[in-house]
């Protein structure tokens, strides 16, 4: 119940197209859902997060979709860049009793974009 | 400014050598973590304190002991260092309010030989 389930393990893209990766989970006592960005040999930075009371949220070229009867979410990346070329993770986090749960992550999916 | 900065950045030593590696944060955050990378990109939580008080402790050797002097720096130390800790570790932090955003540092690779 603590897993979140990411794919594709691998994407390739052609520069200007659109990169989708989708994670799946099953606690639904999951309150938070961030997407981190990790360039090699830097650590996770955050992308983009979202609530489960919004079904999108879009910063940029980045929109994450949500559905919460399903217990899916979605990164979607428009005109997608060889600068984006990056490992991706999606996570989750609950809380309980006003105390931070831990943030579980999605096993990452490496994406290149060619140019 | 550096968020989260981790000491050093690679370590390289022996199996059966001790070794800490050292973090801290300058965003005023309650809460800090450690977590593993292994070869295959995964990120699993190893501990996790807030306000100097080890909330979150996964399945981890005893060989790992984390420790807290203030909540600004988590250090981590690694006792008989086997081939297997080898990866990357990192240090993040959050507020203790939500959404609990975790910032993380730039990570320290450890080799071991």
């Known amino acids: 119940q603590q897993q979140v389930k990411q794919s594709p393990q691998s994407l390739i893209v052609q520069k200007g197209g659109i990169s989708i990766i989708n994670c799946a989970y099953e606690?639904?006592?999951?309150?938070?859902f961030p997407w981190y960005q990790q360039f090699p040999g830097k650590g996770p930075a955050l992308l983009i997060a979202i609530r489960p009371d919004v079904s999108e949220k879009k910063e940029g070229r980045f929109t994450i979709s949500f559905n919460k009867s399903a217990k899916q979410f979605s990164l979607h990346i428009m005109d997608s860049q060889p600068g984006d070329s990056a490992t991706y993770f999606c996570?989750?986090?609950?809380?309980?009793?006003?105390?931070?749960?831990?943030?579980?992550f999605g096993k990452g999916t490496k994406l290149t974009v060619n140019p | 400014d550096t968020a989260v900065s981790q000491t050093p950045k690679y370590l390289v030593t022996q199996m059966g050598n001790d070794k800490s590696i050292k973090c801290e944060q300058n965003l005023g955050h309650d809460t800090m973590y450690w977590y593993k990378q292994d070869s295959k990109k995964f990120l699993k939580i190893m501990f996790s304190y807030n306000n100097k008080e080890l909330i979150i402790n996964e399945t981890v050797p005893n060989r790992f002991s984390p420790k807290s002097p203030d909540k600004a720096h988590l250090n981590l130390h690694i006792n008989s260092l086997e081939l297997g800790d080898s990866a990357v570790y990192f240090c993040?932090?959050?507020?203790?309010?939500?959404?609990?955003?975790?910032?993380f540092g730039p990570g320290t690779r450890l080799t071991v030989t």
């Open positions: 996570a989750a986090k609950g809380s309980r009793r006003g105390r931070s749960e831990k943030l579980v």
């Open positions: 993040a932090s959050s507020p203790s309010s939500y959404p609990y955003e975790q910032y």
């Open positions: 606690n639904t006592a999951f309150d938070y």
